[in-house]
Every structure is written in C-alpha cells, then in structure tokens.
Nanobody, 124 residues
Framework: QLQLVESGGGLVQPGESLRLSCAAT????????VSWFRQAPGKEREGVSC????????NYLDSVKGRFTISRDNAKNTVYLQMNRLKPEDAGLYYC?????????????????WGKGTLVTVSS
C-alpha cells in the first residue's frame, strides 16, 4: 500500500523543538520531491518547506526561515522537518506530500501522495 505517514508531533512549550518525520511505504521516496504543509484551526493550509529529490534544493516559508530545517534520508525512505524555537503560531496539523519529480526544484502543488498529518501544539 502506497502511503506517507507523519510522526513526531506533540505538545511543546514556546522555544522548544520537535522533529517531524514523513516515512513512505510502498514507494521509493528518492524519486519524489517532498513538501511539508500545516493547517491551523480556522486558517488555510500553507506550505512550510520543501525539498527536492536528492536534498540539493530546499525552500522555506519566510516565517520559519532560520528555525526549521528540512532534510531527507533516502536510504530510510524518510523526510524530516526539524523545528526549533517553536512559537504558538507554528501550531497546527502538519502534513507531508510527495510529488514524483526528477528536477532540481521542489514545489507546493501537483502532489501524488499526501499523509494524514501529525499535530503540533505549542503552548505554555
């Protein structure tokens, strides 16, 4: 069965860190660019970060630059999102999505697969 499964969410205090994982089963993630999205209650989904198939190109939402780092381990079929210095406005349901893509770019549209999300809560 082809699927993406996110993990690593949880409840943290402002300033703390979390590392999210997006693990693929049934597909070779190396052939895909992967993006992370988030959606807070009452707000639209927004693209947070993306990474191309080999990790050579990344992109970040302005509000997370310098705090979040996306990376991938194709041998483990997993993409990570390291989130440091978390803020209450970072809270939401975080999704990963994969788009089969051999170019140097990464994107926030045109995905082949979506995960179901992992919840991040940032509160004191």
């Amino acid at each position: 069965q082809l699927q993406l499964v996110e993990s690593g969410g949880g409840l943290v205090q402002p300033g703390e860190s979390l590392r999210l994982s997006c693990a693929a089963t049934g597909l070779t993630l190396e052939h895909y660019a992967v993006s992370w999205f988030r959606q807070a209650p009452g707000k639209e989904r927004e693209g947070v970060s993306c990474i191309n198939w080999n990790g050579g190109s990344t992109n970040y939402l302005d509000s997370v630059k310098g705090r979040f780092t996306i990376s991938r381990d194709n041998a483990k079929n997993t993409v990570y999102l390291q989130m440091n210095r978390l803020k209450p406005e970072d809270a939401g349901l975080y999704y990963c999505a994969a788009r089969r893509e051999a170019s140097t770019g990464c994107y926030y549209y045109g995905f082949d697969y979506w995960g179901k999300g992992t919840l991040v809560t940032v509160s004191s």
